[in-house]
């Protein structure tokens, strides 16, 4: 009897395997892997459009295990096609490019803040500028380019209260800092610079020259090696004085 029942468990178990065996979704998952080998052949070669074009179909599918190989296949690619953009002088184009980025990885820091910076710095659209800035900073609480690029709008629109509390959010970032662009030495420095020279600009404008003037003879000798732009403003705030 009890070999009996256990042979009648054995077979029920059978059963219940049967039922859970899917083919299609096996064929899905073969199909995607292959895609997206393609894609990174495509990739490696330079075709960035037609890589994309590969994934694209897994990435919306999105019902097997390989759409976040998918993604992150997608994400080289119109991280490529945006620089080529950016060559050609192509705003528009690599705006486009950035924003299909983040449809598919919503999260990512360095689509975000460059998005921002061509809203800002290339399209003059301050509204949406320091909306997508914000957005930035809301998922990335320390990236430093986010609060760095609220607090130069808000110096541009004469905003100075709001600058001062974005600038303490950057120079609170700097121990856990969260990078959009890659964190290169010149990257840094790029971003340093602005955050001493942004720093001294706020105590420039509630008339606090002294203090603007040894923030920025400070970050020359912090930043140990010449500063084109510290120095142009420290020039300036001494012939204005």
Known sequence: MRGSRNGNKAIMGLGTLAAIIDHRAARSTVLSGRACDMAERLLAEGDFGEALNMVLPVIVKGDDGIVERARKIAALA????????HDQGDAEGEL???EQWLAIQPNALYPQIRR????????ENGQKAYRAYREAAEKHPCSIEAWLGLAQIDLAQNHLHKAVRHLKR????????EWGYP???GV?????ETLYVLTARVY????EKD????VLLQGIQILDEPSLYISDYLKDLRANQ
């Not at 420039?204 to 008339?207: G, L, S, T, Y």
């Not at 203090?211 to 040894?214: K, N, T």
């Open 78 to 85: 119109l991280e490529a096609l945006a620089d080529q953009s």
């Open 96 to 98: 486009g490019y950035l």
């Open 116 to 123: 921002a910076e061509i809203l800002w710095l290339e399209m």
């Open 170 to 177: 950057a120079w609170g970032c700097l121990k856990n800092a």
């Open 183 to 185: 964190p290169t030495a």
């Open 188 to 192: 840094v420095m790029n971003v340093l």
């Open 204 to 207: 420039a404008a509630f008339d």
């Open 211 to 214: 203090l603007a003037e040894q």
